[in-house]
């Protein structure tokens, strides 16, 4: 099993990104999915899910109206497209897949970086 993210990177404030998390060695169809972020010394933070076929997604408030979370099944993908970025937005981002409550499977991370 691996999820491997990409997409990361410096950008300006105001500016947009668009993370990609490949996945691989499960039925990815059959997994809801969530994007997390986390910086050093804060709390990991849930920052938008997709059900399995895309239908139903959520957002942290935090995000609400920038950030969109969408997935590809045909191409094991899950994609955050992120907008309107703030310095506050700079953390590692990282993808997990589970069903139920339970996220079993992790990504390493991509680092993204809000600075002018």
């Known amino acids: 099993v691996q999820l491997v993210e990409s997409g990361g990177g410096l950008v300006q404030p105001g500016g947009s990104l668009r993370l990609s998390c490949l996945a691989s060695g499960f039925t990815f169809s059959n997994y809801n999915m969530n994007w997390y972020r986390q910086t050093p010394g804060k709390e990991r933070e849930l920052v938008a899910a997709?059900?399995?076929?895309?239908?139903?997604?959520n957002y942290a408030n935090s995000v609400k109206g920038r950030f969109t979370i969408s997935r590809d099944n045909a191409k094991n993908t899950v994609y955050l497209h992120m907008g309107s970025l703030r310095p506050e937005d700079t953390a590692v981002y990282s993808c997990?897949?589970?069903?139920?409550?339970?996220?079993?499977?992790w990504g390493q991370g991509t680092q993204v970086t809000v600075s002018s």
């Open positions: 997709i059900a399995t076929f895309g239908i139903i997604t």
């Open positions: 997990a897949a589970g069903v139920g409550g339970s996220y079993d499977y």
